[in-house]
């Protein structure tokens, strides 16, 4: 088993849509959780931290649920902008190594 | 400010020659991290740098790759008798301390490849 999975989809959206993606994480010791974005061809960037009670930005919503060991990130009023690739990543000990999912490709059409 | 930089950009290489792979972080960050994202993949951890204390080298995947750093500034990675599996985008990240929460920075990637 993956130590961070998701759907690699892709997930086609028309503009305005709302969406979510899933993520689910197999060390239960995990310390910390992150939404990244990476456009094609280049570097991930940090989008959201992802808090134990829920924490929003914008458009932007992350969930945690750590008895079940599942992420989620709901976007609103998606933009042509959104289209990129959206990485679940974990922190599964004290330390910065970061464990990264396989990313989820959305694309937004107009 | 300058954000982290990594040289070169692009690197083709013949199988079984070396490469060395430079990242130079942000100015302040102690701790330094290395991934390597094959094509259509997720990012993989290769070994980590905090300040003065032994490397996390979990992630390397065998013992032809092998990572310096000199202090708390530029790190080279080196691939030994690189294989055709190598190519891929090797990223560098770095970060203000290497504490669970604290956001990484990613450079742009050196794109490898082996032919």
């Known amino acids: 088993r993956k130590e961070v999975e998701q759907d690699p989809g892709p997930f086609n959206v028309p503009e305005g849509a709302t969406v979510a993606f899933n993520c689910t994480y197999s060390?239960?010791?995990?310390?910390?959780f992150f939404w990244y974005r990476q456009d094609c061809r280049k570097e991930p960037k940090l989008l959201m931290s992802?808090?134990?009670s829920g924490n929003e930005d914008g458009r932007f919503t992350a969930q945690l649920n750590r008895a079940s060991q599942y992420i989620s990130l709901l976007i609103r009023d998606s933009k042509l902008s959104d289209s990129a690739t959206y990485l679940c990543?974990?922190?599964?000990?004290?330390?910065?190594?970061?464990?990264f999912g396989q990313g989820t490709t959305l694309q937004v059409k107009p | 400010g300058a954000g982290v930089s990594q040289s070169p950009s692009n690197k083709v290489t013949e199988k079984g020659k070396d490469v060395e792979l430079r990242c130079d972080p942000i100015?302040?960050?102690?701790?330094l991290y290395w991934y390597r994202q094959r094509l259509g993949q997720g990012l993989e951890f290769l070994i980590y740098?905090?300040?003065?204390?032994?490397?996390?080298k979990s992630g390397l995947p065998s013992d032809r790759f092998s990572a310096e750093r000199t202090g708390e500034s530029v790190s080279t990675l080196t691939i030994q008798r690189t294989q055709q599996e190598d190519s891929a985008v090797y990223l560098c990240?770095?970060?203000?301390?290497?504490?669970?929460?604290?956001?990484?920075?990613f450079g742009p990637g050196t794109r490898l490849t082996v032919t």
């Open positions: 990543v974990v922190n599964p000990s004290n330390t910065g190594k970061l464990i």
């Open positions: 100015s302040g960050h102690t701790a």
């Open positions: 060390n239960s010791a995990s310390q910390s």
């Open positions: 990240a770095s970060s203000l301390a290497g504490l669970a929460a604290n956001e990484q920075y």
């Open positions: 740098f905090q300040g003065n204390s032994a490397p996390d």
């Open positions: 992802v808090y134990s």
